[in-house]
């Protein structure tokens, strides 16, 4: 019964729910990859598609670190003035 669930949206949807639920199993599709990453992100049970690459990760983190502390610094207010 499960395999005609798509086809039940052909009355209200015509021809169209045919390229839809194609659709809409590539996003479940996609989904379900995605929870796999989200639950190893660092690849320890056997998903490599999914992994988190750290190296990169901090390397975009790290890229312009040193112009943002220099323009944060500029940002500061001046000193107060001794009494």
């Given at each position: 019964?499960?395999?005609?669930?798509?086809?039940?949206?052909?009355?209200?949807?015509?021809?169209?729910?045919i390229?839809?639920?194609?659709?809409?199993?590539?996003?479940y599709?996609?989904?379900?990859?995605?929870?796999k990453?989200?639950?190893?992100?660092?690849?320890?049970?056997g998903y490599?598609?999914?992994?988190?690459?750290?190296?990169?990760?901090v390397?975009?983190?790290?890229?312009?670190?040193?112009?943002r502390?220099v323009?944060?610094?500029?940002?500061?207010?001046?000193?107060?003035?001794?009494p």
């Amino acid at each position: 019964k499960r395999v005609r669930r798509p086809l039940a949206l052909y009355p209200e949807l015509g021809s169209l729910s045919i390229p839809l639920t194609g659709l809409l199993t590539l996003f479940y599709k996609g989904l379900l990859e995605l929870s796999k990453s989200f639950l190893d992100p660092f690849g320890n049970e056997g998903y490599p598609g999914q992994n988190i690459r750290v190296d990169v990760l901090v390397s975009e983190l790290n890229f312009g670190a040193a112009n943002r502390w220099v323009s944060a610094g500029q940002t500061l207010p001046a000193p107060p003035a001794p009494p």
